[in-house]
């Protein structure tokens, strides 16, 4: 059974930089099509960035387009999220999500399509 751990949340003032890791155990990563997700409680889900099985395909949303940057490194079986320049409403609840069925480049959306999902991580920008 799949099993995603992320890492990296915190406190960070506005313009500050946080990497966000998402540890995969279980399963072949290099099967998973992988995204980053995030939500505001009350607040629809929201597409952040995916990564294909290769990594030559990544998507990210333009609400962090050149901010964001999402990256996979096999030989650690982990995914991250490096995230730049951050913004008091980049305040949210991080997800990882894996995809098992999308062979070829990767799907955001608000993420129904992903098959497994962490428990997320908090970030919190303010000063």
């Known amino acids: 059974q799949l099993q995603l751990v992320e890492s990296g949340g915190g406190l960070v003032q506005p313009g500050g930089s946080l990497r966000l890791s998402c540890a995969a155990s279980g399963f072949n990563l290099d099967y998973l099509t992988m995204g980053w997700f995030r939500q505001v409680p009350g607040k629809e889900r929201e597409g952040v960035s995916c990564i294909s099985r290769s990594g030559a395909t990544t998507i990210t949303a333009d609400s962090v387009k050149g901010r964001f940057t999402i990256s996979r490194d096999r030989a650690k079986r982990t995914v991250f999220l490096q995230m730049d320049r951050l913004k008091s409403e980049d305040t949210a609840i991080y997800y990882c999500?894996?995809?098992?069925?999308?062979?070829?480049?990767?799907?955001?959306?608000?993420?129904?399509?992903?098959?497994?999902w962490g428990k997320g991580t908090p970030v919190t920008v303010s000063s």
């Open positions: 999500a894996a995809d098992r069925d999308t062979p070829y480049g990767c799907r955001l959306g608000s993420g129904d399509g992903m098959d497994y």
